[in-house]
């Protein structure tokens, strides 16, 4: 099962003197139960890519698949499938609390699976689940408005109105902009906690737009770098960031970490490569070091 763009291109007001074409001839995979992160410069056609991913805008060329069915399908006997599939994809757009206006948390979460059909207890408990994902307490949080919650706590409340909806795919656009550190760093681990698995589920194929090359290194199985609405780098992240003059040229830098192993090891300390974050850098130059000094190195 995948999310499968073929050779799609996107022409902003076709026709007219505001024509701009926003993606030219992309071609991706994203496999189920990956971390896929999108990373670009402003413009680059990352908002405008992920809108296609459930249908919320269609290609001017070329195809979206969603396990296996074109989600664009205008023939009558592929309408239903293509509404399923869509279905299939959850998205989380910037500053989604903006997006809240039920009384209380547990209300708005229910918003989303209510019009599905669900009601009474089978509702409710898909409303403590989702909270239960984002990392909120049903019972501490369920009856409160979400108006006087934190940022990072409406934007979690948004996410789980999202996941009350049960996808298969999680679009995430930016998700902790605008949010202080303590909310960032909440919200990112509740971002781990849905690619890792919790509570009986199983890691979710999460897609992650996102500026923080750092945020990006650790938790990301593949990235794919756009400029200017051209898919420019695809691959992990470590094979990624060694693309350091591409990357540039698309408005990134490669995270701090990876710049600072790769200076250690141009230095002939021989640091392995794979560290995600700082934990596990510090290990590996501790282990490096006590390897060059048993080799009397230095």
Not at 70 to 88: H, Y
Not at 173 to 190: I, N, Q, V
């Amino acid at each position: 099962m995948s999310i499968e763009l073929k050779n799609v291109s996107y022409t902003y007001m076709p026709g007219t003197p505001m024509e701009r074409q926003a993606l030219h001839d992309i071609s991706l995979t994203i496999r189920e139960g990956t971390f896929t992160a999108i990373a670009g410069h402003t413009g680059s056609g990352k908002s405008t890519l992920i809108q296609h991913l459930n249908g919320l805008l269609q290609p001017t060329d070329g195809t979206v698949l969603v396990d296996g069915v074109n989600i664009n399908a205008r023939d009558r006997q592929g309408r239903g499938a293509a509404k399923l599939a869509r279905g299939s994809v959850g998205m989380v757009f910037q500053y989604p609390e903006q997006q809240l206006f039920e009384e209380t948390v547990a209300a708005d979460v229910a918003f989303g699976p209510r019009n599905q059909g669900l009601s009474g207890e089978v509702l409710e408990q898909r409303v403590r689940a989702a909270l239960a994902l984002a990392g909120l307490d049903y019972e501490a949080f369920g009856n409160q408005s979400p108006f006087q919650l934190s940022g990072g706590q409406k934007r979690r409340v948004a996410i789980a109105g999202v996941l009350a909806m049960q996808p298969r795919y999680l679009v995430l656009d930016e998700p902790t902009a605008g949010l202080d550190p303590r909310g960032r760093e909440a919200l990112m681990e509740t971002v781990a906690r849905l690619r890792q698995g919790s509570g009986g589920c199983p890691p979710m194929t999460i897609i992650f737009v996102s500026h923080s090359m750092d945020d990006i290194l650790r938790l990301a199985d593949e990235l794919i770098v756009l400029d200017r609405g051209r898919l420019v780098l695809s691959g992990s992240p470590e094979v990624v960031f060694r693309e350091k003059d591409i990357l540039r040229k698309a408005g990134l830098e490669a995270p701090e970490l990876t710049v600072l192993l790769d200076s250690l090891r141009a230095t002939g300390l021989p640091v392995p490569a794979g560290a995600r974050n700082r934990r596990e850098a510090a290990a590996a130059i501790r282990q490096a070091l006590l390897s060059h000094k048993e080799a009397g190195l230095c």
